[in-house]
């Protein structure tokens, strides 16, 4: 970037956890539910209300459901749809992603997402991670104007495939934004920063928070198991305040 900054994104699955990175430092939150599908779509209320409350950039996973980026026609008419929403609200940009059976970047339907989507901005999100080929999946996802792709370098954590993101970083030059995610920590930021020459970053910065309920019935459990019902997801703010020291000195190196 120009100004040598380095983006701190914190991917984020409430309201209070987006204020929880917001109040951190984070300069962008990707908002989404459903952490145990690897992220979906939130309802138009809780995008509404991140919209009001929150004074940096708002991105939103239009992700109908867990799973591959294979869609049938009525999951790709709701994403859609979902789009539409965002741009309402006022939301900043929109991560989206859809692939062929082949495994290949699904150009077409990709590419009129992003076409509705603007003047959003449009991240392709880790369905790039299944794609077949990383460097012609980097291609296509240029070629129809995506501003950035987020990637763990198809590895189980950016960590891991740290060298694909350094070869797809370099790849992509000015073209596109290479963000790295999946397993970023304030443990190893400035070591995944070096190595990839990426700047922007992408981080949970998960921790979990138990619940206030004094009551609590041991005989029902909703969908978890037992106490995981009494423990909610947040932000460890405290991380992404050292993620953004970390990040704001990588600026300065």
């Excluded at 190893?188 to 928070?209: D, P, V, W, Y």
Aim: contains cysteine; proline residues 3%; negative net charge.
């Amino acid at each position: 970037m120009s100004d040598g900054k380095v983006v701190l994104e914190i991917c984020t699955y409430s309201l209070e956890y987006a204020l929880a990175a917001q109040a951190g430092g984070a300069d962008r939150v990707e908002f989404c539910t459903g952490a145990a599908e690897g992220g979906t779509t939130p309802s138009a209320g809780s995008i509404e209300l991140a919209r009001r409350n929150l004074k940096i950039a708002l991105n939103v996973l239009i992700r109908p459901r867990g799973g591959d980026s294979l869609y049938t026609p009525r999951e790709l008419a709701a994403i859609r749809e979902d789009i539409l929403q965002c741009r309402r609200l006022g939301v900043d940009g929109v991560v989206v992603g859809v692939l062929l059976a082949n495994g290949h970047v699904d150009r077409e339907r990709s590419g009129e997402l992003v076409q509705l989507a603007r003047p959003m901005s449009v991240t392709f999100h880790r369905a790039f991670d299944m794609a077949a080929d990383p460097f012609t999946a980097l291609e296509d996802i240029i070629s129809i104007g995506c501003d950035r792709v987020l990637t763990s370098g198809q590895a189980a954590s950016a960590m891991d495939g740290a060298g694909l993101i350094a070869d797809l970083v370099k790849r992509a030059g000015d073209r596109i934004i290479v963000m790295p995610g999946g397993g970023v920590r304030d443990s190893n930021l400035a070591s995944l920063a070096k190595q990839t020459g990426a700047r922007e970053f992408h981080s949970s910065a998960r921790t979990f928070i138990p619940s206030a309920m004094e009551y609590r019935n041991p005989r029902v459990s909703l969908g978890g198991t037992g106490d995981d019902e009494y423990q909610l997801l947040m932000a460890d703010e405290g991380m992404v305040r050292r993620m953004r020291a970390i990040a704001d000195q990588l600026a300065i190196d």
